[in-house]
């Protein structure tokens, strides 16, 4: 929940419609699993393509704009990307903790 409030807080234009995982019946609508939803982060586009955990957190970034954009265009970047995906994993499996 944490995150999704972040990004209202952050999305002024109103782009993104952040939605907490723990909303009923949300991860069925979207087409995922509990299991997925319940791992990482996601971020699903109107078309239906799917990001997952830091490409999701990547995504949100670059969709807010501004310094975000920038900052969260250096998943795009492989040594980046590697490194991110490896920490989201990490900080994911401790989320409750956060």
């Known amino acids: ?12 234009a109103g782009r993104i419609d952040p939605r907490p995982n723990q909303e009923p ?3 069925e609508r979207l087409g995922l699993s ?4 319940g791992r990482a982060v996601w971020v699903v586009e109107p078309g239906g393509r799917r990001y997952e955990g830091a490409g999701a957190i990547s ?3 670059r969709a807010l704009g ?6 969260g265009s250096f998943y795009l970047l492989r040594p980046f990307r ?9 900080v994911s499996r ?5």
């Open 66 to 71: 501004g310094l975000w954009a920038l900052l």
């Open 82 to 90: 590697w490194l991110e995906d490896a920490y989201y994993k990490r």
């Open 25 to 27: 019946g949300l991860a």
């Open 34 to 37: 509990p299991a997925e939803a």
């Open 59 to 61: 995504r949100t970034l």
């Open 1 to 12: 929940m944490g995150l999704a409030r972040w990004v209202q807080r952050h999305d002024r």
């Open 94 to 98: 401790r989320r409750a903790w956060w």
